[in-house]
Every structure is written in structure tokens, then in C-alpha cells.
């Protein structure tokens, strides 16, 4: 139950992050500069979501109450586990967007110039 809770938060936080990064990335055309503003500018929902759900399980994870010593583990288990989701989601995630992207669009755009050259009349540096 833990687990789907965090994968659950981890997995709408990652996809708000991606999302935005995509749209940047239609504006700049530049893969780094997109998940670096998708991080900065996400990182304030991304950030409250996973508070709401930590500031949720600390009674559970504090295990006051008859039973509680009972669910206390579990608490505790999802509070870290939406901590590293967290730094994963506003450090990893833009990163690997970034990687992916920006290797994809990189042979598209040099060889997009050296076609515009051509047609321009232009030599390329390669020949």
C-alpha cells in the first residue's frame, strides 16, 4: 500500500515536470535549457504535493494511539519514500529528460545546417 502511494505521487509529480519540459522545449529548442526551467519553475508544485502527503503521514508514522506501533513502520516507509521521490522527480528526472532530447535533436539541427548551407550556395566546413 506504501509503495503504490509514493509510486502513485512520484509518477504525477514526474509527469507534471515532463510536460512542461516539453513545452519548453517547443519554445527554446534546446533540450538542457527546457529541463532546467521545468525544474525551476516546477519545483514549487512538485514540492507542495509531496509536503501534503508527508504532513498527511506523520501522525501515522508517529504511531501514537492504541495499534499504532502497528502502522508506524508503514508511515515511515512512505515518508522516505516520497522524500527520494521528490529529489528524484526535481533532479533526475529533468536530467534525463535533458540527456534523451538533447541526443535526439542533435544530428536533426547539424544536419538541418549543412543541408540550409547547400541550398544557400554555401560550402560546410567539412569539405
Same mark, same amino acid.
Request: hydrophobic fraction near 50%; proline fraction near 4%.
Given at each position: 500500500?506504501?509503495?503504490? *502511494?509514493? @509510486? ?7 509527469? #507534471? ?7 519548453? !522545449? ?21 514540492? @507542495?504535493?509531496? !509536503?501534503? *502527503? ?9 504511531? *501514537? ?28 528526472? =529533468?536530467?534525463?529528460?535533458? !540527456? ?6 542533435? =544530428?536533426?539541427?547539424? *544536419? ?6 547547400? !541550398? #544557400? ?7
Amino acid at each position: 500500500m506504501g509503495s503504490i *502511494m509514493c @509510486m502513485g505521487v512520484a509518477t504525477a509529480n514526474s509527469i #507534471l515536470v515532463v510536460s512542461f519540459a516539453k513545452e519548453r !522545449l517547443a519554445h527554446h529548442h534546446d533540450a538542457l535549457h527546457a529541463a532546467i526551467e521545468s525544474g525551476y519553475t516546477r519545483f514549487r508544485p512538485v514540492l @507542495m504535493t509531496a !509536503l501534503a *502527503m508527508i504532513i498527511g503521514m506523520v501522525p501515522m508514522a508517529l504511531g *501514537m494511539g492504541e495499534g499504532g506501533e502497528q502502522n508506524a513502520p508503514l508511515g515511515r516507509a512512505v515518508i522516505g519514500g516520497l522524500l527520494v521521490a521528490t529529489v528524484a522527480t526535481l533532479f533526475f528526472v =529533468p536530467s534525463v529528460f535533458s !540527456l534523451l532530447h538533447g541526443m535526439r535533436k542533435r =544530428p536533426d539541427a547539424e *544536419m538541418g545546417h549543412e543541408l540550409s548551407l547547400e !541550398l #544557400l550556395g554555401g560550402k560546410s566546413n567539412d569539405n
